[in-house]
Nanobody, 123 residues
Framework: QVQLEESGGGSVQAGGSLNLACRASGYTLRDYCMGWFRQAPGKEREFIAA????????EYGDSVKGRFTISRDSAKSTLYLQMNSLKADDTAMYYC????????????????WGQGTQVTVSS
């Protein structure tokens, strides 16, 4: 059973940075697609970033390009999201996701989800 646990959320002022982490357990996720999504109150879930472990390629949502960076430490089974130049609009619950289909990582269906970590950006 794959389990994903996010951490690193918190409150920060606009312009600040946070680094989210998602630790995976229960299965080797070496070849999985892994991604980050977020959902703000009253809004639909939004794709943030994805990482393809096979190709090493990454993909980002338009709202975070140039500000957020996704990375993975396979030895630690951990996915990261470095968030810089944060804005009030980035306030949301951030979720980590993983899927065993290793291609076309991006804004698509994922099989496994974490419980989320809250990010609050004050202006």
């Amino acid at each position: 059973q794959v389990q994903l646990e996010e951490s690193g959320g918190g409150s920060v002022q606009a312009g600040g940075s946070l680094n989210l982490a998602c630790r995976a357990s229960g299965y080797t996720l070496r070849d999985y697609c892994m991604g980050w999504f977020r959902q703000a109150p009253g809004k639909e879930r939004e794709f943030i970033a994805a990482h393809n472990a096979v190709s090493g390629s990454t993909e980002y949502g338009d709202s975070v390009k140039g500000r957020f960076t996704i990375s993975r430490d396979s030895a630690k089974s951990t996915l990261y999201l470095q968030m810089n130049s944060l804005k009030a609009d980035d306030t949301a619950m951030y979720y980590c996701a993983a899927d065993p289909v290793p291609w076309s990582c991006g804004d698509r269906k994922y099989e496994h989800w974490g419980q989320g970590t809250q990010v609050t950006v004050s202006s």
